[in-house]
């Protein structure tokens, strides 16, 4: 993906709405019209009443200036106000993408990223790409409507048409300039990529070496740390040079601007007015505010780009699944890879038919989580099949694999708040429902308020949880082992009374004894 495209992505991604995004460029557009009208304005008024005319003739300029000075602030308020309202509508529907690509990852992909401020710094990188609409696109947007309206006031107010080839002229200045600004982007864009990653090459060494650095002293080898380190030094400060060279040249290409326009205006300017002279001086002159604006704009291109990057690492592909979920719910596994060992790889094949209770039994490490992260499809299976039915579990679409596959882990989340929020997650409690808590040992009403629930109870408030949604397979994770045999004794009659394919996890062996079948994980090996 090009620089260009990526940014574009992100803005499409944003999905603004189309009055705020309209209504932010209107007053971006008229609040830059209004700072260059009073500035080419307040100074022709000066040219204008030194020749003494007298205050009639003055009086429309003067009326004039007077109105775009007084709106420029509330006009000012105006766009910060639209462009902000934009910025945050942005951010919210970036943050609604972030929530939903993360939401799809596997069991795997998030304890490879578990390390580290990962969410955090995702948040950080979708609060920085609002800088795209508030100090990119919308004051770009403005700048080249305000060049445009501005070249057109040269060649129309001007008294018999005289003066259209200094703005036709301006014009091409201006736009060849622009053009060389947004397309120095991607030399700019490769040379922070690069600055990055020297910087953060820098301070893995410096943070590595620091740690070694007591070790290495003692063995007297304080020069190879210090070669070490400038080495990493000397590449910083190369990327720095060379993002500063850059930088450079775009600062040559905003002085040119005023410079090339008003040569243009000294090659083509007829006999005139002095004041239309100096209207098209300032416009031109004018040409530097505008190329330094859009300059800022390329710069924040720039800096938000590398955040974009690291966004656009955590999607995902596309989830191609589309099957609704099967009346014949079988479910056969075959091959799945549920642990690694000195021995190789250990895979686990079976069938397990409606209604039926299965135990899964071994030592820890032996694969029993994996595998009920595989059969409710919360993991990446690289090897082997599972499907329902015949339908491979892969081609069935999330809404409906949820509805009728629940997993309850052994270590539940989203236990704090009321009852009728933690338990019902958008459902709602019937008397059945707060009977089963009861029958567990939970005597609660809807209102009442959980704050720290203890392990066992965290387990029993999770399964009344997946029964109320009826699942037609429910796969437990070691749901009794912070209960005592009473607690123990209630869940496994709760189970009894459910239609549900079970399918449980457990070194428990009053529960093992309550399966109609058990299989054994012997280290990893299945038995």
Known sequence: MSDFERLRTWLVRAAPPRFDLIKALFMASVASLAGTGLF???????????????????????????????????????????????????????????????????????????????LERSLTDT??????????????????????????????????????????????????????????????????????????????????????????????????????????????????????????????????GPLASLGVLAMLHPASAPVWL????????????????LRASVHIAVAVTGGAERLDELASAPLDSDATWPVETTLSFRDIIVAHSNDGVHRMSGVVTPGRRVGVSGPSGSGKSTLLRALSRLDDVSDGAVDVGGVPLSDISEGQLRTHV??????????????????????????????????????????????????????RVALVRALMRTPDILLLDEPTSALGDAETHAVLELLSRTTSTVIVATHDARVLAWCDEVITLADGATT
């Open 40 to 118: 080419v304005g307040a100074l022709a008024l000066l040219v204008v009443s030194s020749g003494r005319p007298g205050l009639r003739a003055i009086a429309v300029f003067l009326i004039a200036i007077e109105l775009v000075a007084f709106l420029r602030s509330p006009l000012r308020f105006g766009e910060r106000m639209s462009t902000h309202r934009l910025g945050f509508a942005a951010v919210a529907r970036w943050r609604q993408w972030l929530m939903s690509t993360v939401g799809t990852w596997s069991f795997s992909r998030w304890q490879r990223y578990g390390t580290g401020d990962l």
């Open 127 to 256: 609060d920085e790409l609002q800088d795209l609409w508030l100090r990119g696109v919308i004051p770009s947007v403005a700048t080249l409507v305000t060049m445009v309206v501005s070249d057109a006031a040269v060649g129309v107010l001007a008294p018999r048409g005289h003066w259209w080839s200094v703005a036709v002229g301006t014009a091409v200045v201006q736009i060849l300039l622009v053009t060389a600004l947004v397309s120095r982007l991607g030399a700019q864009v490769r040379a922070d990529r690069h600055l990055r990653t020297c910087r953060g090459a820098y301070l893995a060494s410096l943070v590595s070496s620091r740690a070694a650095a007591p070790e290495i002293e003692r063995l007297g080898a304080s020069d190879f740390l210090r070669r070490r380190d400038e080495v990493s030094v000397w590449d910083l400060r190369d990327a720095e040079d060379a993002m500063r060279r850059e930088r450079q040249r775009d600062v040559a290409l905003v002085v040119a």
């Open 278 to 293: 100096v209207v098209a001086s300032l416009v031109a002159i004018a040409t530097f505010d505008a190329l330094a604006t």
């Open 406 to 459: 629940v997993l309850v882990p052994s270590e539940p989340g989203l236990v704090k708040g009321y009852v009728r929020d933690v338990v019902g997650m958008g459902m709602a409690l019937s008397d059945t429902d707060l009977a089963a808590l009861a029958g567990l040992g939970l005597d609660v009403e809807l209102n009442d308020q959980w704050e720290e629930l203890s392990r066992g109870e965290r387990q």
